[in-house]
DNA sequence: CCTAGCTTGTAACGAATGTTACAAAACCAG
DNA sequence: CTGGTTTTGTAACATTCGTTACAAGCTAGG
């Protein structure tokens, strides 16, 4: 049954499993094939996550209820991708979100007991399980470390650095004001008077997509703000 | 020879194995016990993370580099704790912080391909292992919520509805202004005024530990600021 | 009861950012 | 090249928070 879904042989759970080896392991597990139609509630924001499910036809949405009441789309989830993959395991497995189908949608469910079995018997699926989530950790520390700095000069000093990793003095920037605006959740003139700031302090030089660090100390003082 | 660590019964990793299981695992794969005396690096900060590492004796910290060269204490690692446990495996696997011991320590050292050994032939460590970095994720995704709301009355309104789940209507602060400043990355005098405001507003009435939700919807519309 | 230490309340002022708006510059497609 | 769209620069004003400081209230131990 799972050879009618070649697609998840792309899934970031079994890449490097080869199609025999990945029949091997689903003939030994249970598992199901969820239908959904299209504008159908897959799971609401709260309730315990109780399988690990990947999607393999369809799309479909993470959505939110802001204060209002009104709907917030976070994202958009293709197959073959797993759904609240964070959130199977751990001591707060509630969906985060609720998740509904923007079209008619097949899921592969799988639930627990049986997951863990998977991942016991196919030492590569385990390590891809683990990459995933632990990417995920690391990701997550990551935009932690951005939104604890106090100020868009230091976002921005952060950045900088990363992007350089310390090294290059000339670089072009990849995104623009407003994305960068998006990325660390500001104002779009925001960061053009931060960029005006430190040119004005002397530490970089920035001039279209083009910037120029010129003291590195001096970027690095930002971090502390 | 982990026989001489009986704390390791006691790991987050290996709660619920029994001894005898713990004896069985242990000596189908590869280990090592290393030994550190006191003030020497563990790791390095940036460093790949190779092998899983649980403290089995003495104590260990974490310890970043600020701006100016000076180094701040992030936390204090006691046995049977593991080290950077979601930095072992994944896409960007290094050391988050410099890893200093306190005093002479002893640490469990597994390489990577023996923990995935472990993971297989257990299923209650792989179950476990898979609840502490999927908890971390989860943790790390509650303290983002936190970090993106722009107003300090927003996280408050958050804290409060988390606390009582939406429905006690009168309940206990469990934490001083002083510890909400620090979990929230505030001045604790901010603290002080966003509740003034928000006895002001009518939406909550407080005093001392004593909180009262007046007005929940109104409190609901801080989440968004 | 008294004292010391901790917590809270409050205020003034400065710093940083958000919001709104408009103009200029840059970019892209026809 | 031209026109339309996107991006950037800038400014004024409002909002929020940080910092510093001091006083009052609370709590625990002697």
Known sequence: MINNYPIVMQSPLFKGVGMDDLNNVFSSIHYRIKKYDADQII???????????????????GEMMDPSGKTIKIEDILPPKPLAIAFVFGSANKFPVNIVSNEPSELL????????????NNEQILQNFLNVISSRSQFLTQKIKMLSFQTIKGKL?????????GEAIDFVLNKSQN???ELFGVARP???????????????HIKGK????????GLRSYLST
Chains 1, 2 share one sequence.
């Open 190 to 204: 925001s960061i053009g008077r931060a960029f005006k700031e430190m040119n004005d302090d002397g530490f970089i």
């Open 210 to 217: 083009s910037v120029r660090i010129i003291d590195i100390k």
């Open 157 to 165: 000093a952060n950045f900088f650095l990363q992007e350089t990793k």
């Open 179 to 181: 994305a960068l605006a």
């Open 43 to 61: 799971a609401f924001e709260g309730d315990e996550v109780k399988c690990l499910y990947i999607l393999l036809k369809g799309s479909v949405k």
């Open 109 to 120: 469910v799988i639930e627990k007991a049986d997951a863990l079995k998977l991942f016991s």
